[in-house]
């Protein structure tokens, strides 16, 4: 039987358990005989969280050490741990590829047209409501989700039934009476009520609701900082690549004189020994003259 090892073993183990517990019903005989629905279930939340996750892994290694190098300085931006033959397949293939460039630039550009900013911070959404579910009476929560509440009218007012109790839902009437002095106030104000219900819910149900909504100036100028982010990051590639060249050129003069300092010497040790021979013949054929 496999069994989970390393440092984080502990952890995920716990994890597991608690997965376990929550998910699996106790009427079966052994993993095997387990409900295929339950199983199913476990597998899609632990599959959607691996996803997001591996998406994550692969944007923050992009991020931090493949934008703004060179292919060159990319490969030598691998971090301990992983495969230098993986590293520079992610490199060399998927993010070079133009296909995969063409899908991101497309993602840049919807993330830009976003209407609506995430304002839970860190944590999901399904965390959140899990969080409530655990806060507030769980039964009556889980009947909750899986009964929707209906807004019927009622003498010219709008109550909230839950449509399984019957029953109206606790805080219903006072955010009601909070959406109804609203309106008066506008119509006191302005004559007419200018709110949208996106925009009236939020300052009613304070903590829910879609969140600070980005106005067409914000975005407009949250793409013209990340356009001059990419034409510096431009810049500094461009510089990278220039004094790269330089360095190069250096070296390759250096060399080249090196070359030419060590033939230019080996020249002059030619014409030495050269010289020396002549000498040398010169002076035995003067002394066969002589005898």
């Not at 302005?190 to 939020?202: K, S």
Request: aromatic share 6%; hydrophobic share 35%; glycine share 4%.
């Amino acid at each position: 039987m496999l069994r989970v090892v390393g440092t984080k073993a502990a952890q995920f183990i716990s994890d597991c358990s608690r997965w376990v517990k929550e998910y699996c019903p106790l009427n079966a005989r052994n993993w095997i005989n387990m409900d295929k629905t339950a199983k199913d279930s476990l597998r899609c939340i632990i599959s959607s969280q691996c996803a997001a996750l591996y998406r994550g892994w692969h944007y923050l290694l992009k991020e931090r050490y493949y934008i703004g190098y060179s292919i060159t300085e990319a490969k030598r931006n691998r971090l301990a741990g992983i495969d230098i033959n993986k590293w520079e397949w992610l490199v060399d293939v998927f993010w070079s590829d133009p296909k995969q460039q063409h899908i991101s630039d497309n993602n840049k550009k919807n993330k830009l047209k976003q209407t609506v900013l995430h304002s839970n911070g860190a944590k999901s959404t399904a965390r959140i409501l899990e969080e409530l579910v655990k806060y507030n009476n769980h039964n009556k929560v889980k009947a909750l989700m899986e009964h929707p509440l209906k807004l019927i009218p009622n003498n010219n007012e709008i109550l909230c039934i839950h449509a399984m109790t019957g029953l109206m839902e606790p805080d219903a009437e006072a955010n009601l009476k909070a959406l109804r002095e609203l309106h008066e106030k506008q119509l006191q104000d302005h004559g007419v009520d200018r709110l949208t219900p996106q925009e009236a819910f939020p300052m009613v149900l304070k903590g829910l609701g879609a969140g600070p909504k980005s106005t067409k100036k914000a975005r407009g100028a949250f793409a013209e900082v990340r356009a001059e982010i990419e034409q510096l990051q431009q810049a500094v590639a461009d510089k990278e690549c220039a004094l790269r060249v330089e360095i190069e050129r250096v070296e390759q003069e250096s060399l080249e004189r090196e070359k030419k300092l060590r033939q230019e010497s080996i020249d002059r040790e030619n014409k030495l020994k050269q010289k020396s021979i002549e000498r040398e013949k010169k002076m035995r054929a003067k002394l066969m003259a002589e005898l």
